[in-house]
């Protein structure tokens, strides 16, 4: 219980230092739409640095259009958020091809580069922030067994087998959608960001692949239920505990 405990209260350590080392660069951030501390340089997409930097440009220029047309909608309406929403998204993309001409221009690269750039993740951070989810989960479901196993135990192992499968079915899906918000709220941490809106390139992963963690899920649940069963001592075995008649045998 304690390691796991451990284990629990070191997955937001390592979302965080994964994080950090994934985000965006705030000192170029602003809400005026404008582009800042960027050398003009051709770029080699042949090489890693240069295919890094321009992911870097064009992950910030989504990011400062967002933030540009939240901040319109926010002296609008009063509210500073939903930018996307004026005009159908009329300011992002207006500010937007803004960013990207200047990115172009300055590193000699088309438009194409510049959308494949957007799109490409960070597949560190991705890791780490699924990992630093994955001790969560196994407590969760390792809690949820063992009230089941000990509540249920006493000569009903057929009851046992059937509330472990169900179990599974709702502990995974409770399991995605709290991971979803996971993988969510790392990346607003990462781009530094509350509102990172519909119009970026590049989502976390979490919610592309919903299908297949949820199985991932189940299958879970199930390894840590045999784990846990296996590891149950017989004298934690709530069916060994029933009192046995003492006395002495007549002959």
Same mark, same amino acid.
Request: aromatic content about 10%; some cysteine; proline content about 4%.
């Given at each position: 219980?304690?390691?796991?405990?451990?284990l629990?209260?070191?997955?937001?350590?390592?979302?965080?230092?994964?994080?950090?080392?994934? /985000?965006? $660069?705030?000192?170029?951030?602003?809400?005026?739409?404008?582009?800042?501390?960027? =050398?003009?340089?051709?770029?080699?997409?042949?090489?890693?640095?240069d +295919?890094?930097?321009?992911?870097i $440009?064009?992950? *910030?220029?989504? $990011?400062?259009?967002?933030? &540009?047309?939240?901040?319109?909608?926010g002296?609008?309406?009063?509210?500073?958020?939903?930018?996307?929403?004026?005009?159908n998204? +009329?300011?992002?993309?207006?500010? @937007?091809? /803004?960013?990207?001409? %200047?990115?172009?221009?300055?590193?000699?690269?088309?438009s194409a580069?510049?959308?494949?750039?957007?799109?490409? /993740? !960070? +597949?560190?951070?991705?890791?780490g922030?699924?990992?630093?989810? *994955?001790?969560? &989960?196994?407590?969760?479901?390792?809690?949820?067994?063992?009230? %089941? #196993?000990? /509540?249920?135990?006493a000569?009903?192992? &057929?009851?046992? *087998?059937?509330?472990?499968?169900?179990?599974?079915?709702?502990?995974?899906? *409770?399991?995605?959608q709290?991971?979803?918000?996971?993988?969510?709220?790392?990346? @607003?941490? +990462?781009?530094? !960001?509350?509102? %990172?809106?519909?119009?970026?390139?590049?989502y =976390?992963?979490?919610?592309?692949?919903?299908? $297949?963690? #949820?199985?991932?899920?189940?299958?879970?649940?199930?390894? %840590?239920?045999?784990?846990?069963?296996?590891?149950t001592? =017989?004298?934690?075995? =709530?069916?060994? !505990?029933? @009192?046995?008649?003492?006395?002495?045998?007549?002959?």
């Amino acid at each position: 219980m304690f390691r796991t405990l451990c284990l629990i209260l070191l997955a937001p350590a390592i979302a965080v230092v994964v994080a950090v080392a994934g /985000r965006v $660069d705030r000192t170029r951030v602003n809400v005026a739409c404008e582009w800042t501390s960027d =050398p003009a340089f051709p770029i080699d997409l042949q090489k890693p640095s240069d +295919r890094q930097h321009l992911i870097i $440009d064009a992950q *910030l220029a989504e $990011d400062l259009a967002g933030r &540009y047309a939240d901040v319109e909608h926010g002296r609008l309406t009063g509210f500073a958020g939903h930018g996307g929403l004026i005009d159908n998204g +009329r300011l992002v993309r207006e500010c @937007m091809a /803004r960013l990207s001409t %200047i990115i172009e221009h300055a590193h000699g690269v088309a438009s194409a580069d510049l959308l494949e750039a957007r799109r490409q /993740r !960070n +597949r560190w951070f991705d890791m780490g922030v699924w990992l630093s989810f *994955l001790p969560a &989960y196994w407590f969760a479901a390792s809690s949820v067994f063992s009230w %089941i #196993y000990r /509540r249920f135990s006493a000569g009903q192992s &057929y009851l046992i *087998l059937a509330l472990t499968g169900l179990a599974a079915l709702v502990v995974s899906f *409770l399991g995605v959608q709290f991971g979803d918000m996971w993988s969510t709220t790392a990346e @607003m941490f +990462r781009v530094g !960001n509350d509102h %990172i809106g519909g119009h970026r390139g590049a989502y =976390p992963p979490w919610g592309h692949h919903i299908g $297949d963690l #949820y199985v991932a899920g189940v299958l879970l649940f199930w390894l %840590i239920a045999l784990v846990k069963f296996l590891r149950t001592s =017989p004298a934690d075995d =709530p069916t060994t !505990n029933v @009192m046995q008649p003492q006395g002495l045998v007549l002959r």
